[in-house]
């Protein structure tokens, strides 16, 4: 199966800090990237996704950039909120099985008051 | 909007045991996937069903199975029952077609093999 690395595995911020996650892929037939945001005892949800035309997208807080050359791209929380504390899931998709997920290991999120 | 809705949400069997899950997509979504979430292994894809018919399938074994009725309901199916496939089942429903349309999860089935 094809992989997804993602890093870091957990990750500490305080209230207002930027909190950056990082995924890298290696199958080339990739071609659509979402992030998802999971909270326990909750199905995954997509947060924000970007397609490899472009090198970044922004919604409100959450920014993904994309490295084509490099096959990594990553999350940044700006404002990081208490709210946020969860789990971040990167994830990929080739166009052949648009719906078939690589998702990485995941990144839990804890964001202090 | 209701959302896609798992049944039942907690099951608990013994090794050598089958278990049958149920989905209900979104309604007018005709494409559901099926994930295992797991700590050691993350969130691993099964397969998807859209408009009756499986269109990808991961990297599980045969005991692991899976149909769609006419309704886009979802079942999935995992014969002997092994320790190893206690999990969190997790179904995705999308309008499907061939573009990256979003995929809803539900809450999942939290299945427990002893």
Known sequence: ?113 | KAGVTQTPRYLIKTRGQQVTLSCSPISGHRSVSWYQQTPGQGLQFLFEYFSETQRNKGNFPGRFSGRQFSNSRSEMNVSTLELGDSALYLCASSRGGGTHNEQFFGPGTRLTVL
Request: hydrophobic share 35%; charged share 15%; proline share 7%.
């Open chain 1, 1 to 113: 199966q094809q992989q997804v690395k993602q890093s870091p595995q957990s990750l500490i911020v305080q209230k207002g800090g930027i909190s950056i996650i990082n995924c890298a892929y290696e199958n080339t037939a990739f071609d659509y990237f979402p992030w998802y945001q999971q909270f326990p005892g909750k199905g995954p949800a997509l947060l924000i996704a970007i397609r490899p035309d472009v090198s970044e997208k922004k919604e409100g807080r959450f920014t993904i950039s994309f490295n084509k050359s490099a096959k990594q791209f990553s999350l940044h929380i700006m404002d990081s909120q208490p709210g946020d504390s969860a789990t971040y899931f990167c994830a990929a998709t080739p166009s052949g099985s648009a719906r078939q997920l690589t998702f990485g290991s995941g990144t839990q999120l804890t964001v202090l008051p």
